[in-house]
């Protein structure tokens, strides 16, 4: 049985409350986790995002049914894409602190530099320092049209009935 024949079997009401109880379910579960934990306090921010999530939840059920959730869990992957975009960026941070570390042990490292040491640093530090500045100058660049455009274009963008065809004859090309 595949989940499309097990969905249509449902009413929407149905739906909406089966999934209010598996969100119910999964706050319980952060709740005994939280209470018979033996960590420190540290965990009640935990606790507070997953009232928080249930009490989001279900006034997305109320609002919008199963689609409400849907769209809840579809915002939350274009945040996540988001948080991807930055993480790239602050590699390329850890990236070039880590050249400059190359750099510094290719002198010869702090106090004990060279003539020859400092003339390979500043040779590798250039080169690894322009590869870094290419990858940060368009890894973000192309990760962020990616999100454009599979992630929100499909959100904006609805086909039509008749076919793209931008070099056809239409019967009116002797006017002018």
């Known amino acids: 049985m595949s989940l499309s024949e097990l969905v249509s079997r449902f009413t929407p009401t149905q ?26 306090w540290s965990i009640w921010p935990l606790a507070g995002f997953a009232l928080l999530a249930l009490v ?30 930055m993480a790239v960026g602050l590699a390329g941070a850890i990236f070039a602190d880590a050249i400059n570390g190359i750099v510094v042990m290719a002198a010869g490292g702090e106090g004990k530099m060279t003539a020859i040491g400092l003339i390979l640093g500043i040779f590798v530090g250039v080169l690894l320092h322009a590869l870094n500045f290419v990858i940060a100058a368009f890894s973000p660049t192309i990760h962020a049209l990616r999100l ?29």
Not at 21 to 36: G, N, P, T, W
Request: glycine letters at 10%; aromatic letters at 16%.
């Open 15 to 40: 739906l909406t409350e089966i999934a209010l109880v598996l969100f119910l379910a999964v706050f319980v579960a952060v709740a005994i986790s939280v209470f018979f934990s033996k960590q420190d």
């Open 148 to 176: 454009n455009f599979v992630e929100f274009f499909m959100r904006f963008y609805e086909t039509g009935t008749k076919e793209y065809r931008p070099f056809h004859k239409t019967g009116g090309e002797g006017q002018a």
């Open 56 to 85: 989001s939840m279900i006034y997305a059920i109320k609002g919008g049914g199963i689609m409400g959730i849907i769209e809840v869990i579809e915002s939350a992957s274009g945040m996540a894409s988001y948080i991807r975009i």
